[in-house]
Structures are given as structure tokens and as C-alpha cells.
């Protein structure tokens, strides 16, 4: 009977030491992320008060994701989601109506002026994809927009965590100071290279953003989305392009196919410039596993391709 | 312009003027020469459906390799044979040593095998485009690429080559094979084995889907202009052949994607061959009752 009881004692104590470490981890926000580069920027602008959960994890596509129970059962017990917006995950509403989640939705995109596509394919020399005035939703790809994303982020954490709204304030506005420091170096990287340079080519339109807002010039075979499947007259389109307008490297990325790219170099003979990191951040390890890496690398790459050709 | 220069622009300047075209029409006639005789016997073995249900089987193979070395031709081509022919010779031999029919034992195996597939990709966790590799992009074929189909369909003429008169045998009169003491049940495995092999070439080129269509709708096609079994693969190779080249002007021309301009291609000539083929077609069958009638 002592033994029993003692036991019994043992499994309380056990159990409230379980309680205690979960009322300390309630302490945290929980913050879903649709994807890791959302993921990065909140894990800067919420510190140590959040926790937050991607869900499109390194080097995953977020166009075409197909979310688990596991990542409706995560959804449905967060604090606050965070979405990137404008058309990026079409798989997200549907995702927050079926886990029952009720809290707020941050589109971090919001306030951003959306392209619509890219400037080629309003020329009308956009091979390949398909032709509809799909918006682009690959606004981080432009550092200014990454600051309004920060932005979005802080105020919605402010929103559901009042307590934190002063300390969220302040690293916003470091996160911000850091992301504009970095823009005033792609600004100059970049112009030191005489516009004419300023041309390359990557395997899916995840750029233009970078383009428009650094004077850079993106060609690329398929469209906006991962899924659009190329056809022959959009390659050799691409080609005559490529050696016609004087295309300066040719990049491949870590969320797509290589080959096509890879085929594409070969054949128009411009050298490949290594991976550029567009819609998901690397592995820890790898080259870009945070957002101001991952600009880091695309920019010093894109420079260092485009150098070679002068 | 003149008319030359016209047709010359339209037919043969796009495989002049570009690497990736002449590889692709390269690989479709490499393809072409291997899933025709192939896809005939098929038809002949009435087993169409087969072609189809190895098709899926080579999923979790490929699945494996993509996981254990990305997105590496070998590890991706050894996993979908390896996958296709377990899947195929469990459901032969399944067919062969017990009342279940061919059919249904293959397609109880390949539906297993295309939700372990499946759930292999799942597991991933990360889905980096592993779409894109199932549904393979013939604009995409490289120099390995083409040097595994190449290989791939000599090995399979030299061994339809060796064992065609077997084959054939084992086709229409299984019995007598057996009397005269073939092996019939090893040609059967054989031949399998040839199946697997040229699925998984077709989808180095076309992905998992597409390559079905280029070996089994010119082998059906081809039923209604050739009435014995090697000018049947005969007249498949060649339409397999003409599919290629046509669907890969659509798809240079109308900018259209390629590989299902290369099997709506196939289809269209199949159903060309329904209506107007030279035997058992609706219009010849019309033809010869009218003949008849009169």
C-alpha cells in the first residue's frame, strides 16, 4: 500500500513539474509562418517572445505545397499566422478554414505595390508561360518591401501580445536599420555595373521585384509559378534572347528543375552563375539560411557573373 | 519568300537552329524504335493496360533515388527499374501461380506500389519539385540522358531480336509453346523486364504519365494498317516516330508544352486509324459491307 502511494506521489510530482514547464512554454507566441523566409524576418522582429512554425521549410516550394494534418493540427493551436499574400499560397485559406483556426491573419505583402509580372512579358517577348496579368508575389525579392513586411509582422505580434508592443517596436526598427544598410549596398554593388551588364536569366520569374527596384534585367523560360510546364517555342525564344540581347549569366535555383536551365547555357553558351536562392532560404548550413543571407548571396553572385563579362 | 524557304522554316529549321531540339527529336526516335515492337506486343498479348500500371509502379523507385542522391540520373533511373520490375515480376508470377488473372494482379500491385511512392515523397517533407521530374521535360534531355534511351532501346531490339519467334509463339498459342517444351514463362519475364526498361527511358524524356502514351497508342494505332506482328511494330515505330517530330514542331511553332503535343499527336493518328486505317477500321469495315451488300 506504501508503494502505491509512493508511486502515486512520484506521478504527482511528475505531473506538476510537466504543468509548470508548460505554463512557462505558454509564455511564448506561437507564430506560424507559411514560409522560411516569413519565418526568418518574424524569428527578427519577435525575439524571444515568439516561436514560430514554418511551415514550406528550407528549400521547399511554397506554389505548390501540400500541407499534413500535423500542419493543420499546428495552425489551429497558433497564436497568430502569418501569410506572405498576394497570391503566393493558395493552398493557406484553405488550410486555416479546415483547422478551425479563428485568430488574426497577417498578409505581410500588405501595403505593397504589387507588379504584375515582369516587364518582358508586357513587351510581349514573354516566351512560354501562360499570359494571364498574374500578379507577382515575390515582393521580398526587393529589400524596401522586406522593411514593410517587418513592418506588418511587428504590428500584428503587437496586436495579439499587447505586453510585448514596445520591445516589438524596437526590433522592428533594428531589423529595419539592418535590411536598409543592406539595400544601400545592393544599390551599389549593382551600380557598379554599367546597365547594359545588368542582363541575366533564371529558371523561374522569381525576380522581379530585385529587376524593377535595381535596375536588373531577368529573363526567364517558365512562368511566374513553378508549375507552368515550357514549351519548345519558349525555349527557342529564350535562346535567340539570350544571344541577341546579350544575356551575361545564366542562374539556376534552388526550388526548381536544374536541367532546363543547365541545357539552356549550353546551348547559347553563356556560363552558369551557381544557385540563386528565390523563394525558400537554405538548410542552416547551407549559403542562405536567413533573409539578409540569402540577398547576400543572390546579389554577390548576380555581381560577380555579370563583373566577369565586362 | 519562297515556298521553299517557307517549308524549309517550318519543318526542318527549328532542328538547325537549335541543340535542344535535335536532342529531343533524337530522343523520340530513340524512344520511338524501342516502345513500338514493345508496345505491339503488348496490344497482341492483350495487355495494354499493363504499360500503364508499370508506368505508376516505377514511382517509389524514383522516389527512393530522388531521396537518397537528388535529383542524379543514375539513382533515379536504377530505383524505377528495380521498382518496376519487383512490381512486375510479383504480379507475373502471382498470375502465373494462381487463379488471379494478369490484370488484376498487376493492378493490385501497382496501386500499392503508387501509394508507397507516394507516401516516400510525403515523407520528405520538402516537395522540391519532385513534380517536375515525373513529368520530365523532353526540352530538358541532356547528353546522359540521351545515352541511356540510346542503349536502352538497342538492348531492347537485340533482345525482341533473340527472342521473337518465342514471343510471338507464346502470344497466340501459349499451349504449344509449352508442348514443344519453350520456356514460355521466362520469355513472359523477359519481356517484362523489356516493358520496365523502356517505361523508365520514356520517363527520363516525358515523365511517368506521357511515356505510356508513346508506346501504347502507335501500337494501337498501328493494328489497323499491318495485319502481322513485325509489320505491326514496324508501322508503330513509325508513328511513334512521326509523333515526335510533329509534336515537337506544335510545340515549337504554336508554343505549346511538349510532351503532351508529342502524345496528343499519338492520339490523333490513333484516331485517324479508327476512322480510315486500311483494316478492321470503322470506314474500310464500312467499305467492304457496302461491297458486299452491292
Known amino acids: ?310 | 519568300m519562297t515556298l521553299m524557304t517557307y517549308l524549309f522554316d517550318l519543318f526542318l529549321a527549328p532542328f538547325q537552329d537549335f541543340i535542344f531540339m535535335r536532342h529531343a527529336l533524337i530522343a523520340c526516335m530513340a524512344l520511338a524504335l524501342g516502345c513500338g515492337p514493345v508496345g505491339v506486343l503488348l496490344v497482341l498479348k492483350r495487355m495494354s493496360l499493363v504499360g500503364d500500371a508499370l508506368s505508376h509502379a516505377v514511382l517509389p523507385g524514383v522516389a527512393i533515388g530522388f531521396l537518397v542522391s537528388g535529383l542524379s540520373l543514375y539513382a533515379m533511373t536504377l530505383g524505377g527499374i528495380a521498382a518496376g520490375l519487383a512490381v512486375a515480376l510479383v504480379a507475373g508470377t502471382v498470375a502465373r501461380f494462381t487463379l488471379l488473372k494478369e490484370d488484376a494482379s498487376f493492378a493490385a500491385m501497382y496501386l500499392m506500389s503508387l501509394a508507397m511512392g507516394v507516401l516516400i515523397v510525403s515523407l520528405r517533407g520538402s516537395n522540391i519539385d519532385l513534380i517536375h521530374v515525373l513529368f520530365g521535360t523532353i526540352l530538358a534531355v541532356d547528353d546522359a540522358d540521351l545515352i541511356l534511351v540510346a542503349t536502352i532501346s538497342s538492348v531492347t531490339l537485340f533482345t525482341l531480336a533473340l527472342i521473337y519467334r518465342a514471343l510471338i509463339v507464346e502470344c497466340f498459342d501459349p499451349g504449344y509453346l509449352r508442348s514443344v517444351g519453350g520456356r514460355g514463362a521466362a520469355m513472359h519475364f523477359i519481356f517484362l523486364v523489356l516493358v520496365v526498361l523502356n517505361l523508365v527511358a520514356g520517363f527520363r524524356a516525358l515523365g511517368t504519365l506521357m511515356a505510356v502514351g508513346l508506346m501504347m497508342l502507335p501500337a494501337a494505332s498501328s493494328r489497323f494498317w499491318a495485319t502481322q506482328a513485325w509489320s505491326m511494330a514496324l508501322a508503330a515505330v513509325g508513328i511513334a516516330m512521326l509523333s515526335g517530330y510533329v509534336g515537337l514542331l506544335l510545340s515549337y511553332h504554336a508554343n505549346l508544352p511538349s510532351g503532351p503535343s508529342i502524345i496528343l499527336t499519338a492520339g490523333f493518328c490513333y484516331i485517324f486509324s479508327v476512322i480510315f486505317g486500311a483494316h478492321g477500321s470503322i470506314y474500310s469495315r464500312r467499305r467492304l459491307g457496302l461491297h458486299l451488300g452491292g
Open chain 1, 1 to 310: 500500500m506504501l508503494v502505491i502511494t509512493r508511486i502515486f506521489v512520484l506521478f504527482m510530482a511528475l505531473f506538476m513539474v510537466g504543468a509548470g514547464m508548460a505554463a512557462s512554454a505558454e509564455k511564448k507566441l506561437k507564430v506560424i509562418a507559411s514560409f522560411s523566409i516569413l519565418g526568418d524576418i518574424t524569428n527578427n522582429v519577435g525575439g524571444d517572445r515568439v516561436e514560430v512554425i514554418t511551415l514550406v521549410g528550407p528549400n521547399g516550394d511554397a506554389h505548390v505545397f501540400e500541407p499534413t494534418p500535423a500542419d493543420a493540427k499546428a495552425v489551429a493551436s497558433a497564436d497568430l499566422v502569418i501569410v506572405n499574400g498576394l497570391g503566393m499560397e493558395g493552398w493557406m485559406e484553405r488550410l486555416i478554414k479546415t483547422s478551425g483556426y479563428k485568430g488574426p491573419v497577417v498578409v505581410a505583402a500588405q501595403g505593397i505595390k504589387p507588379l504584375e509580372g515582369t516587364e518582358e512579358e508586357k513587351e510581349g517577348h514573354k516566351p512560354g508561360a501562360k499570359h494571364e496579368h498574374k500578379i507577382d508575389p515575390h515582393a521580398w525579392q526587393n529589400l524596401a518591401n522586406g522593411q514593410i513586411y517587418a513592418d506588418n509582422i511587428g504590428k500584428g505580434l503587437s496586436v495579439v501580445d499587447p505586453a510585448g508592443a514596445s520591445i516589438y517596436k524596437a526590433t522592428t526598427e533594428a531589423y529595419k536599420a539592418k535590411l536598409a544598410e543592406l539595400d544601400k549596398w545592393v544599390k551599389t554593388e549593382f551600380s557598379s555595373i554599367p546597365k547594359p551588364q545588368r542582363r541575366v536569366l533564371t529558371s523561374h520569374d522569381a525576380f522581379g521585384y530585385l529587376a524593377a527596384a535595381y535596375g536588373v534585367t531577368i529573363l526567364s523560360p517558365m512562368g511566374l509559378s513553378t508549375e507552368s510546364e515550357p514549351s519548345a517555342g519558349g525555349v527557342a525564344t529564350l535562346i535567340k534572347q539570350i544571344r541577341k540581347e546579350k544575356i551575361t549569366a545564366v542562374f539556376i535555383e534552388n526550388v526548381s528543375d536544374p536541367r532546363l536551365v543547365e541545357q539552356i547555357s549550353k546551348e547559347s553558351g553563356v556560363k552558369l552563375g551557381g544557385e540563386l536562392y528565390s523563394d525558400a532560404l537554405s538548410k542552416p548550413e547551407g549559403p542562405a539560411p536567413t533573409y539578409i543571407d540569402m540577398f547576400k548571396n543572390n546579389v554577390t553572385k548576380m555581381v560577380a557573373a555579370m563583373r566577369k563579362s565586362l
